[in-house]
């Protein structure tokens, strides 16, 4: 069984940065891709970024292109959400997601995802 946990939620200001952490366990890290979601209150939860298994390929959501870059480590098999020049609406519960390989469907898609964190607040404040 796979296992996914995030770290480095908080409360920033608007303008200022913050990198989430995903650690993935259970699996060969090399057999899962990975992404990043998110649900704010009242709304559905929604792809953010996502990384192939390689990290040849990658997805972003039109809100966060070029603020939010996406990064896998492999020697921590860990993924990384580094989140620059945060906004408002960026507020949300965030939750790490990890794929089988195997598993078909597109990166940004939440069904494509078999195992699921616990998901950590980002608060962005004015």
């Known amino acids: 069984q796979v296992q996914v946990v995030e770290s480095g939620g908080g409360l920033v200001q608007a303008g200022d940065s913050l990198r989430l952490s995903c650690e993935a366990s259970?699996?060969?890290?090399?057999?899962?891709?990975m992404g990043w979601f998110r649900q704010a209150p009242g709304q559905g939860r929604t792809a953010v970024a996502a990384?192939?298994?390689?990290?040849?390929?990658?997805y972003y959501a039109d809100s966060v292109q070029g603020r939010f870059t996406i990064s896998r480590d492999g020697a921590k098999n860990t993924v990384l959400l580094q989140m620059d020049s945060l906004k408002l609406e960026d507020t949300a519960v965030y939750y790490c997601?990890?794929?089988?390989?195997?598993?078909?469907?597109?990166?940004?898609?939440?069904?494509?995802?078999?195992?699921w964190g616990q998901g950590t607040q980002v608060t962005v404040a004015s």
């Open positions: 990384i192939n298994w390689s990290g040849a390929d990658t």
């Open positions: 997601a990890a794929s089988d390989v195997g598993h078909s469907g597109s990166l940004h898609n939440p069904n494509s995802y078999d195992y």
């Open positions: 259970g699996r060969p890290f090399t057999r899962l891709h």
